[in-house]
């Protein structure tokens, strides 16, 4: 009995040759323990097939020849769907126009490429699909395709009737590297005239050679082995059990679907609709290509309705009757992300499905035809959408009403700097006490003047106040602060972090207990931003009774004021006069003309930079690699490669630094899908630490 060797070794080819020719070509591979696949030597392989064997076992034996290095695209596999104009029963026609097609999609660096059901005879063929002319020329054409996929490196699916047994299936055949991998039958077909129901599993003999064959089937990179694919055709997704719903238990994660679907009213939207869900649901990258006006006949209109979607999101669709292909890059490592952190999906079926190899080498892309918003957390519309604004409002101001009632307060006591942060927590307050019918007078907005308070911070304090009709205190707490330097033998000279701390701490506990005295809810202010930077005071502005804006990034609080600012006019100038003020936490003296001096983002990074980092890190744990990449394409070079590299190294020294503060946040609600509590969200150890990240940054 051969050892078990781990997976790892399939990252370097020279030992695993080595160990095949010391194992008499034959080596077990784990992940978990168990023998999870077996790796054959190209003789072993042949001699394996010569001497016959079980369809599962041989299904599941990686062919390695040649050069079989690991690849690193960072997830991405650019796919393609696409009608061809096909004529009805013109096989040799239907042949060439496959072919142009995959040498096209060669030629723009595609490396999956699906084309429609039947495209190589036409579905709407009829009864002439029983012609023994139509079946030698398919076969005739499935070996021409053979060259065809030899000369180009992509794997792509030809629609074809194969005849077995005595028995006609609509199949997906799956060609990559000047083979055919294997055929796909349709599970469910409607045409039962013409067509059965596919087998889950088996071989067939086709064209001199024993392929796999059946609607269980899955094919791996093993250049890749995240990227793991299955087939179904047309209404086999629109089935109460959808084959691919099944794959994807099984651990597929890329669903091609070869469709002949004529067009009816509603049709497009449904499909769409459908490929939506369908891709959510199974947390997968679903392409589609279905058949082009070239097969309108009699009673039916086709047009080429070709769609890619991924994640419950359409990335590339291309609209009936355009005859236009869908293209786009899919993202494995997002899918692999969100199925480890989706606890309703559940793997399962591995043991019914046969796995089919295939060494196909992918490379990072050099640029991406998907989008990426800059702004991963603000709606991407010309306007602002005032629907999202109210509904960010109510969730705060309903928890704040929540809480409130709970511990039974009618007041709220919270520190109005005159900054984005403080302000919209005075407004969900507001928004709170009228849903409430609470009288405004009892938010009680205190600003708190120190060293490094501005003239124009506190005025803007004044104003929103003013025009919100809540009650509005001055605290000037320099003299506090002058005696605790006293006390501690602190130089008021030293612009140290104790200097600065010292102010945070001061206001906080000056909150807290007038809160205290006034029987009332002090309500923090600080951000998802700033908790993720670490960017506020331990035990000051980072504490709080309850945190209303923690999962609150930097760049939708600025979009939330300003949608606030448009409903409501009597704030509007207060609001606009916040927007246009530097970000600050003002703890070092203004300049001698009053100026803001200490500006976060000269500190932190650019927020709309950060927000970016801390949106694909925290949903999908995307590498620096990837985040760097990420950031070049979304942001269209307007930062440098240095830039980027020194704000993506600042990002992860202060996340990682900054746990400790984290572990240890009040209570505050949650928005949207990415979070910072340490309660469900991000269970993180303080000590952990970043010297590889920063290494790979370094290396970038």
Known sequence: MNDIKPITLLRNTDKLRKELEENEGRIIITKNGQKDFVILSDEAHQKLLNEGGSAKEKSRFARISGKNELSDPLGYVKVAAQSIDVEIAGITHNKEEIIKAVCEASSEGVKILVLPELCLTSATLGDLIFSKTIEELVEKALVELKEISKENDLLFTVGAPIKTNGKLYSCGVVYYGGEILGIVPK?????????????????????????????????????????????????????????SAKASQAGANVILNLCATPVLIGSAEYTTSLLKTASDKMTAAYILANAGDGESTTDMIFGGHNIIAENGKILCEAAPFKMEKAISEIDIELLEAERNKNHSFKARYENEYQTVFFSMPLETPKALTRHYSKNPFIPETKEIDLERVNLILTMQSMALVKRLKTVHQKKVVLGLSGGLDSTLALLVSVEAFKKLGYDLKDIIAITLPSFGTSKKTHNNAVLLSESLGVSFREINIGESVRLHFKDIGHDEQNHNVAYEN??????????????????????????????????CTYNGDHMSFYDLNISVPKTLVRYVVEGYAIMHPEAKTALLGIIDTPISPELLPPSSKGEIVQKSEDKVGPYELQDFFIFHYLRYGFSPKKLYFLAQQAFNYKYDNETLKKWLGTFFKRFFQSQFKRNCTPDGIKIGTVGLSPR?????PSDAICEDYLKEIESL
């Open 187 to 243: 599970s469910y077909p409607s045409e039962n005239r013409y067509f059965s129901e596919g087998p889950k599993e088996g071989y067939i003999n086709l064209l001199g050679e024993k392929i796999p064959f059946g609607t269980n089937l899955i094919f791996v990179d093993s250049n890749y082995p995240k990227l793991r694919i299955a087939v179904e055709l047309s209404e086999d997704i629109s089935s109460i059990e959808v084959p």
């Open 502 to 535: 010292a102010q945070a701490r001061e206001r906080t506990q000056v909150l807290m207990d007038l809160a205290n005295d006034e029987d009332a809810l002090m309500v923090g202010t600080g951000d998802l931003s700033e908790a993720a930077l670490g960017w």
């Open 680 to 684: 469900g969200d991000l269970v993180m």
